[in-house]
């Protein structure tokens, strides 16, 4: 029968105790608590600092979102002035004209059409004026001159050797409109897609042509940019700045 | 070889040259040298858009059959087979067609395969009535005309980009397209203006058609359901039918293919008169399909507020 030896592993033949240090250097604790407070520091990194998604753009001071700072009527006239300010600048990069308010009457181009839409909308009295140098168009749809509304010649004065060109609509008649700029700025660069348009509208219907139709005497004079709240801003507020 | 020879050798053979030439362009092919694109869509009114804008200079591809209920759909392997061959992709992107993005992911073409945004450019509205007091997003830019035509252009334009060869020619089409769509519009706002649309109020089962009144100047009062989709709680019904009748709605406009059912409640309860509109999904994709659908939708609405007049 084998006799039970009551030497442990690692004592010697004297009964003295040895300790055997394991290979790693016991560094397994140490590394396991790294580790640990390594996910620790990357999920609260990730939960500080992932992407958020975008909300719809905030206005500034002088600026106005369509989707929600405008009012009906002018959120509808503002609908009908982005294809309507398309169309007129792809017309300018194919004919190097503009189409006149007679021209849309005649292709039924809103908000300058006079239809339904233009009737329920406030019957908004609208002027083109054209880069400085050029003539004023001289026919305003209208038979009868507004009072309210300063003459084509006047306003194309003001405007001399700015480049730009304005459809200028004022003198509505709908509770809470305003008046309205589509400014086209004319970039004489030769290619296509040069021209921008930007819309702009002022709280008093009857507000006066501001003359000068740069971002920072518009601002001056009361006027406010419309930001769309297109369909690109929407995508960014869903899905962050996917496609 | 005397020097006269030489010439006369030189002269031979530049005249050969020069009947050879010609001979050789006539005999290249014919065909454009640029392949044709090969543009799929996700609804039915892009169909159309796409069709127009390219005329024989591209190909239209739908992306799922044309049967299927966009709000709803769940996507199909032919599909994704689709997907694959496609050279672009309009969506509508704002809520109405999520799924092509999965189709697009599981074709493997989510990094290759360009998307049109159709309404990156188009001034969005929120869903008329009563959203308990929260501004929503409306998808349903494509019932309309205005914004229709805004897609249109934007469609457009990036199709140029994509196609430079066929830009000029997407961008004349376009714009005929266009005109077509507000010579459709005029004739019925010739009806609409010896009509008095001050007093007009409606109602809608499904909130699809705010882009097309706010083109009339008209405008929303109560939408039946809750959410793009979602069928009315009894609780959210009873409040809607209140919203009806405090608002003095007298029309309701129904979905032609979706939701006449939930109609039917409502025109009992409050006495409205029902119509039905077309959220612009038919059993086949067409060129025509839009401009077939507008009408009608231009012609309901016309006899809607007509009917209001009496």
């Given amino acids: ?243 | 070889m005397s020097v006269s020879t030489k010439h006369r050798t030189l002269w031979r053979r530049c005249l050969a040259l020069l009947v050879l030439i010609p001979a050789i362009a006539l005999a290249g092919p014919t065909a454009p040298l640029g392949k044709k694109l090969k543009i799929g869509v996700t609804l039915h009114p892009y169909y159309s858009f796409v069709a127009n804008i390219v005329g024989d200079r591209a190909e239209v591809v739908a992306l799922i059959p044309a049967q299927a209920n966009p709000h709803n759909y769940q996507p199909q392997p032919d599909d994704i087979t689709r997907a694959m061959t496609l050279d672009a992709l309009v969506v509508n992107g704002i809520g109405h067609d999520e799924w092509a993005f999965q189709i697009v992911k599981a074709a493997g073409r989510g990094a290759t395969l360009p998307i049109i945004q159709a309404n990156a450019s188009v001034a969005l509205i929120p869903i008329g009535g009563d959203q308990g007091g929260a501004k929503v997003v409306n998808p349903h830019t494509f019932v309309s005309t205005t914004a229709a035509i805004q897609q249109v252009f934007e469609i457009t334009r990036r199709l140029g980009e994509l196609d430079p060869a066929n830009a000029a020619a997407y961008r004349q089409n376009a714009l005929a397209y266009a005109a077509r769509i507000r010579a459709l519009r005029a004739g019925f706002m010739t009806r609409f203006a010896t009509l008095d649309l001050s007093s007009f109020r409606c109602a809608t089962t499904h909130a699809g058609y705010d882009y097309m009144m706010q083109e009339f100047g008209l405008f929303v009062s109560a939408v039946i359901e809750p959410r793009h989709g979602v069928a009315p709680t009894a609780r959210q019904l009873a409040h809607t039918i209140d919203a009806i009748k405090k608002a003095n709605v007298r029309v309701l406009f129904a979905e032609k293919n979706f939701s006449l059912d939930l109609a039917k409640p409502i025109e009992a309860a409050t006495g409205v008169k029902v119509f039905a509109l077309s959220h612009i999904t038919g059993t086949a994709y067409s060129a025509d399909e839009f401009e077939v659908a507008m009408r009608e939708n231009l012609e309901t609405l016309a006899e809607a507020v007509e009917f209001t007049q009496r």
């Fill in chain 1, 1 to 243: 029968m084998a006799r039970l030896s009551r030497t442990w592993p690692g004592d010697d033949a004297n009964g003295a105790i040895k300790l055997v240090r394991p290979a790693s250097g016991r560094w397994e604790s140490l590394t396991l608590l790294l580790a640990a407070l390594a996910i620790i520091a990357s999920v609260t990194g990730y939960v500080l600092l992932r992407p958020q998604h975008s909300g719809p753009p905030t206005p500034l001071s002088w600026q106005v979102r369509s989707f929600d700072g405008l009012g009906a009527v002018d959120q509808a006239i503002h609908s009908a002035l982005l294809p309507a300010g398309e169309e007129i600048i792809w017309n300018n990069n194919d004919t190097g004209g503009w189409i006149t308010l007679e021209r849309a009457q005649e292709i039924w181009l809103p908000p300058f059409y006079r239809d339904a839409f233009w009737k329920t909308n406030g019957e908004v009295h609208w002027q083109l004026i054209l880069p400085g140098g050029h003539l004023p168009h001289v026919g305003s749809v209208d038979e009868h001159e507004d009072a309210a509304a300063p003459r084509t010649s006047e306003v194309s004065q003001a405007t001399q050797g700015q480049g730009a060109t304005v459809y200028y609509g004022s003198a509505g008649g709908a509770p809470g409109q305003s008046a309205y700029l589509l400014v086209i700025g004319h970039a004489h660069a030769g290619v296509m897609w040069a021209n921008q348009a930007t819309i702009w509208v002022h709280p008093d219907p009857n507000a006066p042509y501001p003359g000068i139709v740069k971002p920072e005497s518009l601002v001056g004079k009361g006027w406010r940019q419309v930001i769309p709240y297109d369909g690109t801003r929407e995508v960014e507020r869903i899905k962050g700045n996917q496609p």
